[in-house]
RNA sequence: GGGAAGAUACCGAAGCGGUCAAACGGGGCAGACUGUAAAUCUGUUGGCUCAGCCUUCGUAGGUUCGAAUCCUGCUCUUCCCA
């Protein structure tokens, strides 16, 4: 894998860059939309590809370990030809699953021990095991296992949690480094930087996962019940140290303000579920600022649910989407989460051109303005 | 024509003398959702000058300190027998 930094803001931290992975190119900043079973929840790969035009997407270790398995992603020969897309995929390490799952899981220093949330079965996630399911499935870019901690976790706990995350960190490159890919092409390993929202523990953290050459560098443990302004805060403090020629992923974020704000910060790489379950949720988003589908002034408004969007799926009226969501069809949260992927892919998109063109700051203040409005 | 059961808030349906402006479900309205245990969850749903008051359980009377709950007439609905 490769990257390629092509440009950086003036009076920012934003770039923009190109990524180069054995399934085709990335150029970023990128958002990727959350497959996290093996499918982006509603969405066909054709449309996600030619019409959403999504470059990389998620899939997650914890859920396609427990179901279908991964002998049958094995047999399949991975991940890319089971759910057939065939650009670039990133799976998450269930680090985010022990951190979620609470009180059915026990972490020891071995690893992290868990029930199934489907059939109460016991578990075992490792560094080790966790490598080498990532390079069964198959995912270009694999994550190293970790604890993310809760946002308001106090300082002893977070830096025993980065402590043992660290370990851990040695263990998966151990693991990955000693390890071939499976099918052919090549894979790569991201560390992940937790410190919760303690300044010492994140630059602590970033001057460790600099010890291991690695392709890219993602930040975790944030979006997790921080206020937004630490979560700012510590992307800063992260990306201030980590190598410039290197992609940043900030993981799990967020809205369209926060993914603005994070490029502005130096982010390269986002994900988050919000496109695709608030969409089925019934909340849109917009260049013009966010709508809730549910509500009762757009059951008679035949205007297309969003005049500047670039999916085929805007030209749907407000009323129609509003008459399918409320009516529980299926098509409503398709339309929407197909809407808001489609959404996210632009504003990132369109953020990289106005990095490239120099005009990325006055464009994300403004942007910001109206994308908090509630139409 | 005879008999039986029943009429409760937007709909369905509990309640069968006081703790009932009335359970519960649906529908309506609004809110939440950030590395997906989520096509999920939460709140609200008679009115008002809102820690109180007013109107409401088919309808008109009655019994009672007190009635959605008991009694009588009427209206309507469903079922059974002719």
Redesign the pocket.
């Known amino acids: 894998m490769q990257f390629e930094l092509q440009k950086t803001a003036d009076n920012s931290r934003a770039r923009a860059g190109v990524l180069t992975t054995d399934h085709g190119t990335i150029e970023t900043p990128i958002f990727m939309?959350?497959?996290?079973?093996g499918s982006?929840?509603?969405i066909h790969t054709r449309d996600i590809k030619e019409d959403i035009k999504a470059e990389i997407i998620?899939?997650?270790t914890?859920?396609l370990y427990l179901r279908p398995g991964i002998d049958v992603i094995e047999k399949a020969g991975g991940l890319h030809k089971f759910n057939r897309w065939d650009k670039p995929i990133l799976t998450?390490?269930?680090?985010?699953?022990v951190?979620?799952?609470?009180?059915?899981r026990k972490l020891s220093e071995e690893g992290a021990r868990f029930?199934s949330?489907?059939d109460g079965s016991y578990h075992m996630f490792t560094p080790e095991n966790v490598m080498d399911i990532q390079r069964t499935i198959g995912a270009d870019i694999i994550?190293?296992?970790?604890?993310?901690?809760p946002g308001d976790a106090d300082y002893d706990y977070a830096k025993r949690s980065l402590e043992l995350t660290q370990r851990w960190l040695e263990r998966c490159f151990k693991q990955f480094n000693s390890t071939e890919p499976k099918y052919g092409y090549s894979q790569s390993l991201f560390p992940?930087v937790?410190g919760n929202t303690f300044t010492d523990l994140r630059k602590a953290a970033v001057a460790n996962v600099k010890n291991f050459d690695a392709d890219g560098y993602?930040i975790?443990?944030?979006?997790?019940g921080e206020t937004?302004q630490e979560?700012y805060e510590m992307t800063e403090v992260c990306t201030a140290d980590l190598p410039e020629n290197k992609p940043r992923y900030l993981?799990?974020?967020?809205?369209p303000v926060?993914i603005l704000e994070g490029i502005h910060r130096g982010i390269d790489m986002f994900?988050?579920?919000?496109?695709?379950?608030?969409g089925?949720?019934?909340?849109l988003f917009t260049s013009e600022g966010?709508l809730?589908m549910?509500?009762?002034?757009w059951?008679n408004d035949h205007s297309p649910i969003d005049e500047n969007g670039t999916s085929f799926v805007d030209q749907y009226s407000k009323a129609y989407l509003r008459h399918l969501i409320?009516?529980?069809e299926?098509l409503g949260?398709q339309i929407a989460?197909q809407h808001n992927l489609a959404f996210y892919l632009w504003l990132v998109k369109t953020a990289r051109e106005k990095i490239q063109s120099g005009e990325f700051v006055s464009w994300k203040n403004e942007m910001v303005l109206k994308l908090k409005q509630?139409l």
Do not use: W
Request: with cysteine; net charge neutral; charged share 20%.
């Open positions: 939309p959350v497959g996290t079973a982006v929840k509603g998620l899939g997650n914890y859920h998450d390490s269930g680090g985010f699953q951190f979620s799952l609470g009180d059915i029930q949330h489907i994550m190293a296992f970790d604890e993310c901690t992940i937790q993602a975790g443990g944030l979006s997790v937004e979560m993981m799990g974020v967020g809205t926060n994900d988050c579920v919000m496109p695709t379950r608030n089925r949720n019934g909340m966010i809730n549910r509500n009762k002034k059951e409320i009516s529980n299926m949260a989460s509630r």
